[in-house]
Protein backbone atom coordinates (compact mmCIF):
# COMPACT_ATOMS: atom_id res chain seq x y z
CA UNK A 1 0.00 0.00 0.00
CA UNK A 2 0.87 3.64 -0.74
CA UNK A 3 1.36 6.32 1.38
CA UNK A 4 -2.52 7.90 1.11
CA UNK A 5 -0.32 11.70 1.93
CA UNK A 6 -0.76 14.29 -0.98
CA UNK A 7 2.34 15.17 -2.45
CA UNK A 8 1.12 18.49 -3.11
CA UNK A 9 -0.76 21.33 -1.35
CA UNK A 10 -4.07 22.07 -3.40
CA UNK A 11 -6.49 25.18 -3.01
CA UNK A 12 -9.05 24.42 -0.81
CA UNK A 13 -12.86 25.72 -2.22
CA UNK A 14 -13.28 29.16 -2.36
CA UNK A 15 -14.77 31.04 0.76
CA UNK A 16 -18.44 31.33 -1.80
CA UNK A 17 -18.67 27.56 -1.23
CA UNK A 18 -19.36 28.14 2.34
CA UNK A 19 -21.37 31.14 2.57
CA UNK A 20 -23.07 31.70 -0.92
CA UNK A 21 -26.99 31.53 -1.31
CA UNK A 22 -26.38 30.75 -5.20
CA UNK A 23 -23.61 28.26 -4.46
CA UNK A 24 -25.91 26.56 -1.65
CA UNK A 25 -29.04 26.31 -4.17
CA UNK A 26 -26.80 24.52 -6.46
CA UNK A 27 -26.04 22.04 -3.98
CA UNK A 28 -29.50 21.22 -2.87
CA UNK A 29 -30.45 20.52 -6.15
CA UNK A 30 -27.37 18.74 -7.34
CA UNK A 31 -26.57 16.73 -4.19
CA UNK A 32 -29.25 17.22 -1.60
CA UNK A 33 -32.11 16.26 -3.66
CA UNK A 34 -30.75 13.66 -5.38
CA UNK A 35 -28.25 11.65 -3.08
CA UNK A 36 -29.09 9.15 -0.51
CA UNK A 37 -30.43 11.06 2.71
CA UNK A 38 -30.38 9.56 6.70
CA UNK A 39 -34.17 10.21 7.42
CA UNK A 40 -34.21 7.79 10.45
CA UNK A 41 -33.83 4.60 12.07
CA UNK A 42 -36.48 1.70 11.26
CA UNK A 43 -36.84 0.48 14.69
CA UNK A 44 -37.77 3.89 15.58
CA UNK A 45 -40.80 4.58 13.21
CA UNK A 46 -43.28 2.21 14.97
CA UNK A 47 -45.56 0.00 12.99
CA UNK A 48 -48.76 1.74 11.64
CA UNK A 49 -47.24 5.36 11.42
CA UNK A 50 -47.24 7.96 8.86
CA UNK A 51 -44.33 10.48 9.65
CA UNK A 52 -43.54 13.62 7.99
CA UNK A 53 -40.02 14.71 7.24
CA UNK A 54 -37.91 17.12 5.14
CA UNK A 55 -35.24 16.70 3.02
CA UNK A 56 -33.50 19.33 1.41
CA UNK A 57 -36.68 21.26 2.07
CA UNK A 58 -39.02 19.05 0.47
CA UNK A 59 -41.53 17.60 1.98
CA UNK A 60 -41.91 13.76 2.47
CA UNK A 61 -43.92 11.12 4.40
CA UNK A 62 -42.93 7.61 5.72
CA UNK A 63 -45.62 5.25 5.66
CA UNK A 64 -45.30 2.11 8.11
CA UNK A 65 -47.98 -0.81 7.84
CA UNK A 66 -49.09 -2.71 10.85
CA UNK A 67 -47.00 -5.47 8.77
CA UNK A 68 -43.85 -3.46 8.74
CA UNK A 69 -43.85 -2.37 4.93
CA UNK A 70 -42.38 0.72 4.80
CA UNK A 71 -43.72 2.94 1.59
CA UNK A 72 -42.54 6.34 1.21
CA UNK A 73 -44.04 9.02 -0.75
CA UNK A 74 -43.63 13.41 -1.62
CA UNK A 75 -45.68 14.96 1.46
CA UNK A 76 -48.12 16.64 -1.47
CA UNK A 77 -51.61 16.21 -3.00
CA UNK A 78 -52.48 15.74 -6.46
CA UNK A 79 -56.06 17.36 -6.14
CA UNK A 80 -54.25 20.99 -5.57
CA UNK A 81 -50.63 20.61 -4.26
CA UNK A 82 -51.68 20.48 0.10
CA UNK A 83 -49.73 19.18 2.93
CA UNK A 84 -50.56 15.54 3.76
CA UNK A 85 -49.16 15.31 6.73
CA UNK A 86 -48.15 17.49 8.81
CA UNK A 87 -47.53 15.38 12.12
CA UNK A 88 -47.04 11.78 13.07
CA UNK A 89 -50.17 9.61 13.08
CA UNK A 90 -51.62 6.44 13.44
CA UNK A 91 -51.54 4.91 9.87
CA UNK A 92 -54.40 2.30 8.44
CA UNK A 93 -55.15 1.57 5.08
CA UNK A 94 -55.49 4.73 3.33
CA UNK A 95 -53.46 8.38 3.61
CA UNK A 96 -56.35 10.70 3.27
CA UNK A 97 -55.72 14.72 2.76
CA UNK A 98 -57.16 17.02 4.74
CA UNK A 99 -58.23 19.82 3.12
CA UNK A 100 -60.93 17.66 0.50
CA UNK A 101 -60.13 14.28 1.78
CA UNK A 102 -58.92 12.52 -1.37
CA UNK A 103 -57.80 9.68 -0.37
CA UNK A 104 -54.42 7.42 -1.10
CA UNK A 105 -53.71 3.60 -0.51
CA UNK A 106 -50.72 3.41 2.23
CA UNK A 107 -49.06 0.95 0.54
CA UNK A 108 -48.44 2.04 -3.34
CA UNK A 109 -50.21 5.69 -3.35
CA UNK A 110 -53.01 4.51 -5.88
CA UNK A 111 -55.68 7.55 -5.76
CA UNK A 112 -58.98 5.59 -3.81
CA UNK A 113 -61.23 8.15 -3.54
CA UNK A 114 -61.61 11.83 -4.72
CA UNK A 115 -64.29 12.06 -1.91
CA UNK A 116 -67.34 14.62 -2.53
CA UNK A 117 -65.06 15.82 -5.72
CA UNK A 118 -66.90 14.23 -9.03
CA UNK A 119 -64.44 14.03 -11.71
CA UNK A 120 -65.22 14.05 -15.57
CA UNK A 121 -64.15 11.11 -17.99
CA UNK A 122 -61.09 13.33 -18.95
CA UNK A 123 -59.69 12.66 -15.38
CA UNK A 124 -57.59 9.58 -14.73
CA UNK A 125 -57.53 8.22 -10.96
CA UNK A 126 -54.61 5.99 -12.37
CA UNK A 127 -52.41 9.13 -13.04
CA UNK A 128 -52.98 10.36 -10.06
CA UNK A 129 -51.56 8.33 -6.99
CA UNK A 130 -48.83 9.79 -4.10
CA UNK A 131 -45.56 10.62 -6.06
CA UNK A 132 -43.17 8.40 -4.87
CA UNK A 133 -39.55 8.28 -3.02
CA UNK A 134 -37.21 6.42 -3.78
CA UNK A 135 -35.62 4.52 -0.17
CA UNK A 136 -33.39 2.22 1.02
CA UNK A 137 -33.16 0.47 4.39
CA UNK A 138 -29.60 0.16 5.23
CA UNK A 139 -27.72 -1.29 8.49
CA UNK A 140 -31.00 -0.57 9.99
CA UNK A 141 -31.44 2.83 8.82
CA UNK A 142 -33.68 4.73 6.37
CA UNK A 143 -32.21 6.78 3.79
CA UNK A 144 -34.59 8.52 0.74
CA UNK A 145 -33.58 10.11 -2.57
CA UNK A 146 -35.51 12.65 -3.61
CA UNK A 147 -34.01 11.43 -7.73
CA UNK A 148 -36.05 9.72 -10.09
CA UNK A 149 -32.68 8.24 -11.39
CA UNK A 150 -31.29 7.56 -7.59
CA UNK A 151 -27.23 7.02 -7.59
CA UNK A 152 -26.21 3.86 -6.47
CA UNK A 153 -25.90 3.53 -2.94
CA UNK A 154 -22.56 3.31 -1.57
CA UNK A 155 -21.06 3.86 1.60
CA UNK A 156 -16.93 4.57 1.66
CA UNK A 157 -15.93 0.69 2.58
CA UNK A 158 -19.13 -0.92 0.85
CA UNK A 159 -21.97 -2.28 1.79
CA UNK A 160 -20.72 -5.12 4.02
CA UNK A 161 -19.13 -2.70 5.83
CA UNK A 162 -21.13 -3.18 8.81
CA UNK A 163 -22.07 -6.74 8.28
CA UNK A 164 -20.17 -8.31 11.31
CA UNK A 165 -22.33 -5.80 13.38
CA UNK A 166 -26.03 -7.13 14.19
CA UNK A 167 -27.18 -3.29 13.11
CA UNK A 168 -30.92 -3.88 12.33
CA UNK A 169 -31.19 -5.69 16.12
CA UNK A 170 -29.90 -2.14 17.62
CA UNK A 171 -32.25 -0.07 19.16
CA UNK A 172 -31.63 4.04 19.69
CA UNK A 173 -30.97 4.59 23.26
CA UNK A 174 -29.51 8.29 23.08
CA UNK A 175 -29.98 10.96 20.92
CA UNK A 176 -28.16 14.31 20.68
CA UNK A 177 -29.77 17.56 18.40
CA UNK A 178 -27.32 20.37 17.60
CA UNK A 179 -27.82 22.93 15.63
CA UNK A 180 -24.36 24.32 13.94
CA UNK A 181 -23.72 28.02 12.32
CA UNK A 182 -21.74 26.54 9.52
CA UNK A 183 -22.25 25.30 6.63
CA UNK A 184 -22.53 21.61 6.21
CA UNK A 185 -19.26 20.98 4.11
CA UNK A 186 -17.34 22.38 7.26
CA UNK A 187 -18.62 19.71 9.28
CA UNK A 188 -17.46 17.29 7.17
CA UNK A 189 -14.02 18.93 6.51
CA UNK A 190 -13.20 18.59 10.03
CA UNK A 191 -14.62 14.55 10.09
CA UNK A 192 -11.65 13.92 7.32
CA UNK A 193 -8.69 14.88 9.29
CA UNK A 194 -6.74 14.88 12.56
CA UNK A 195 -4.72 17.40 12.01
CA UNK A 196 -6.70 19.08 14.58
CA UNK A 197 -7.11 16.05 17.16
CA UNK A 198 -4.03 17.20 19.15
CA UNK A 199 -5.66 20.70 20.25
CA UNK A 200 -9.17 19.85 19.62
CA UNK A 201 -9.32 16.41 21.65
CA UNK A 202 -7.36 16.21 24.29
CA UNK A 203 -9.62 13.34 25.94
CA UNK A 204 -9.91 11.80 22.71
CA UNK A 205 -6.04 11.91 21.44
CA UNK A 206 -5.80 10.32 25.17
CA UNK A 207 -7.77 7.09 24.04
CA UNK A 208 -6.58 6.79 20.70
CA UNK A 209 -2.42 7.28 20.88
CA UNK A 210 -1.85 7.93 17.22
CA UNK A 211 -4.77 11.24 17.34
CA UNK A 212 -1.98 12.57 19.55
CA UNK A 213 0.24 13.15 16.17
CA UNK A 214 -2.61 14.90 14.15
CA UNK A 215 -2.36 11.36 11.65
CA UNK A 216 -5.47 8.99 11.46
CA UNK A 217 -3.23 5.50 10.72
CA UNK A 218 0.34 4.59 10.65
CA UNK A 219 0.25 5.00 6.79
CA UNK A 220 0.29 8.40 6.99
CA UNK A 221 3.26 8.17 8.74
CA UNK A 222 6.75 10.10 6.79
CA UNK A 223 8.02 7.09 4.79
CA UNK A 224 4.23 5.14 4.61
CA UNK A 225 4.94 2.25 7.04
CA UNK A 226 1.98 0.38 7.02
CA UNK A 227 2.08 -1.73 10.02
CA UNK A 228 -0.69 -1.56 12.58
CA UNK A 229 -4.23 -0.84 12.81
CA UNK A 230 -5.93 2.53 11.96
CA UNK A 231 -7.31 4.27 15.34
CA UNK A 232 -5.72 1.78 17.53
CA UNK A 233 -7.07 2.27 21.60
CA UNK A 234 -4.55 2.73 24.67
CA UNK A 235 -3.57 0.32 26.54
CA UNK A 236 -6.43 -1.59 28.86
CA UNK A 237 -9.27 0.41 26.22
CA UNK A 238 -12.01 -1.42 25.00
CA UNK A 239 -13.83 0.99 23.42
CA UNK A 240 -14.63 4.84 23.03
CA UNK A 241 -16.20 5.49 26.95
CA UNK A 242 -14.98 8.17 29.62
CA UNK A 243 -13.45 5.25 31.30
CA UNK A 244 -12.62 3.09 28.48
CA UNK A 245 -14.67 -0.22 29.54
CA UNK A 246 -17.21 -1.42 27.64
CA UNK A 247 -21.12 -0.86 28.42
CA UNK A 248 -22.51 -4.64 27.88
CA UNK A 249 -21.03 -7.09 25.96
CA UNK A 250 -19.21 -7.40 22.74
CA UNK A 251 -20.61 -7.91 19.66
CA UNK A 252 -19.70 -11.59 18.56
CA UNK A 253 -17.94 -12.12 15.29
CA UNK A 254 -15.83 -9.04 15.12
CA UNK A 255 -12.74 -10.22 13.46
CA UNK A 256 -9.64 -9.36 15.42
CA UNK A 257 -8.62 -6.01 13.80
CA UNK A 258 -12.13 -4.59 14.29
CA UNK A 259 -12.08 -5.32 18.51
CA UNK A 260 -8.39 -3.85 18.20
CA UNK A 261 -9.63 -0.37 16.47
CA UNK A 262 -12.87 -0.39 18.28
CA UNK A 263 -14.21 2.16 15.70
CA UNK A 264 -15.06 1.26 12.37
CA UNK A 265 -16.17 4.44 10.89
CA UNK A 266 -18.11 4.29 7.52
CA UNK A 267 -19.02 7.21 5.56
CA UNK A 268 -22.22 7.77 3.69
CA UNK A 269 -21.56 10.92 1.75
CA UNK A 270 -23.30 13.99 2.52
CA UNK A 271 -25.65 12.25 4.91
CA UNK A 272 -24.03 10.16 7.45
CA UNK A 273 -21.57 8.14 9.54
CA UNK A 274 -21.78 4.95 11.37
CA UNK A 275 -19.12 4.65 13.88
CA UNK A 276 -19.48 0.79 14.71
CA UNK A 277 -17.19 -0.41 18.39
CA UNK A 278 -17.17 -3.40 19.77
CA UNK A 279 -20.03 -3.02 22.07
CA UNK A 280 -22.21 -0.33 20.75
CA UNK A 281 -22.53 1.60 17.59
CA UNK A 282 -24.09 4.99 17.02
CA UNK A 283 -24.66 7.10 13.57
CA UNK A 284 -24.35 10.91 12.93
CA UNK A 285 -26.31 12.70 10.64
CA UNK A 286 -25.66 16.11 8.79
CA UNK A 287 -28.57 17.56 8.02
CA UNK A 288 -28.19 20.99 6.07
CA UNK A 289 -30.66 24.21 6.78
CA UNK A 290 -28.92 26.70 4.70
CA UNK A 291 -25.86 27.53 3.66
CA UNK A 292 -24.63 28.47 7.04
CA UNK A 293 -26.61 26.54 9.19
CA UNK A 294 -26.77 22.87 9.50
CA UNK A 295 -28.09 20.17 12.19
CA UNK A 296 -25.95 17.50 13.78
CA UNK A 297 -28.27 14.45 14.85
CA UNK A 298 -26.04 11.62 16.73
CA UNK A 299 -27.66 8.62 17.98
CA UNK A 300 -26.37 5.90 20.08
CA UNK A 301 -27.43 2.35 19.36
CA UNK A 302 -27.16 -0.65 21.34
CA UNK A 303 -28.69 -3.96 21.30
CA UNK A 304 -32.04 -4.59 24.04
CA UNK A 305 -29.78 -6.79 26.24
CA UNK A 306 -27.66 -4.29 26.70
CA UNK A 307 -30.47 -1.97 27.07
CA UNK A 308 -31.86 -4.53 29.60
CA UNK A 309 -28.64 -4.40 32.06
CA UNK A 310 -30.05 -3.28 35.30
CA UNK A 311 -29.38 0.50 35.88
CA UNK A 312 -27.88 0.93 32.75
CA UNK A 313 -27.71 4.09 31.38
CA UNK A 314 -27.27 5.11 28.02
CA UNK A 315 -26.75 8.93 28.78
CA UNK A 316 -23.37 7.59 30.48
CA UNK A 317 -21.85 5.65 26.94
CA UNK A 318 -22.69 8.50 25.11
CA UNK A 319 -20.96 11.20 27.30
CA UNK A 320 -17.33 10.38 25.84
CA UNK A 321 -18.29 10.77 21.58
CA UNK A 322 -20.81 13.68 23.12
CA UNK A 323 -17.29 15.55 24.44
CA UNK A 324 -15.76 15.21 20.82
CA UNK A 325 -18.89 15.82 18.62
CA UNK A 326 -19.10 18.81 20.74
CA UNK A 327 -15.29 20.03 20.54
CA UNK A 328 -16.15 19.39 16.80
CA UNK A 329 -19.17 21.70 16.66
CA UNK A 330 -16.87 24.30 18.03
CA UNK A 331 -14.08 24.25 15.81
CA UNK A 332 -16.54 24.24 12.80
CA UNK A 333 -18.48 26.84 14.26
CA UNK A 334 -14.90 28.48 14.45
CA UNK A 335 -14.08 27.81 10.71
CA UNK A 336 -16.94 29.58 9.55
CA UNK A 337 -16.84 32.63 11.56
CA UNK A 338 -13.10 32.81 10.15
CA UNK A 339 -14.40 32.01 6.35
CA UNK A 340 -16.58 34.84 6.62
CA UNK A 341 -13.61 37.64 6.37
CA UNK A 342 -13.82 39.53 3.56
CA UNK A 343 -9.39 38.37 3.39
CA UNK A 344 -10.53 35.03 2.93
CA UNK A 345 -10.19 33.65 -0.76
CA UNK A 346 -9.75 29.86 -0.46
CA UNK A 347 -7.01 28.41 1.86
CA UNK A 348 -4.54 25.42 1.34
CA UNK A 349 -4.71 21.52 2.07
CA UNK A 350 -1.79 19.87 3.82
CA UNK A 351 -0.87 16.28 2.69
CA UNK A 352 -2.68 14.95 5.68
CA UNK A 353 -5.52 16.25 4.58
CA UNK A 354 -5.75 13.93 1.95
CA UNK A 355 -9.38 12.17 3.02
CA UNK A 356 -11.02 16.79 2.67
CA UNK A 357 -9.39 16.43 -0.70
CA UNK A 358 -11.15 13.40 -1.88
CA UNK A 359 -14.75 14.80 -0.63
CA UNK A 360 -13.83 18.17 -2.14
CA UNK A 361 -13.69 16.18 -5.67
CA UNK A 362 -16.92 14.47 -4.34
CA UNK A 363 -18.94 18.01 -4.22
CA UNK A 364 -17.27 19.13 -7.17
CA UNK A 365 -17.90 16.10 -9.58
CA UNK A 366 -21.55 16.18 -8.51
CA UNK A 367 -22.02 20.09 -8.92
CA UNK A 368 -20.42 19.88 -12.52
CA UNK A 369 -22.95 17.33 -13.69
CA UNK A 370 -26.18 18.35 -15.14
CA UNK A 371 -29.35 18.37 -13.00
CA UNK A 372 -32.08 15.86 -13.97
CA UNK A 373 -35.67 17.05 -12.41
CA UNK A 374 -36.83 15.29 -9.26
CA UNK A 375 -40.35 14.69 -8.26
CA UNK A 376 -43.32 14.19 -10.71
CA UNK A 377 -42.01 13.22 -13.88
CA UNK A 378 -44.22 13.15 -16.93
CA UNK A 379 -46.53 16.05 -17.85
CA UNK A 380 -50.50 15.31 -16.66
CA UNK A 381 -52.59 17.21 -18.90
CA UNK A 382 -51.83 20.29 -20.94
CA UNK A 383 -53.71 23.71 -19.09
CA UNK A 384 -56.09 24.83 -21.63
S1 LIG B 1 -55.64 19.36 -1.99
FE1 LIG B 1 -55.81 17.38 -1.18
S2 LIG B 1 -57.85 16.85 -1.46
FE2 LIG B 1 -57.73 18.86 -2.25
FE1 LIG C 1 -12.59 16.06 15.50
Known amino acids: MSSPLLDHCPPTLPAAAYTDADWYAREVAAIWRREWVHVGRLSDLPLGTIRPVTVAGAGVILCRSGDGALSVFHNSCRHRGAEICAVEAPLGKLVTCPYH ?71 TGHRLV ?12 NYNECLHCPGIHPELSDLVPIYREGIMSEAERPGGAVHGNRSTLKDGAETWSLDGRTCGPAFEGLTEAQRATAANFVTVYPTAFFVAHVDYARVVTITPTGPESMRLTAEWLFTPETMGQQGFDPAKVAAFATIVLEQDGAAAEMNQRGMRSPAYQHGRLMPQEFDLHHFHHWVMTRLEQPVAQTGQSGAQGDLS
Do not use: Q
Request: charged content about 20%; some cysteine.
Open 101 to 171: AWAYAARDGRLVSTAFATPTADFDRSEHGLVPVAHHVWAGSIFVSLAADPPVFAPDLGLGALDNWPMERLV
Open 178 to 189: KDLACNWKVFWE
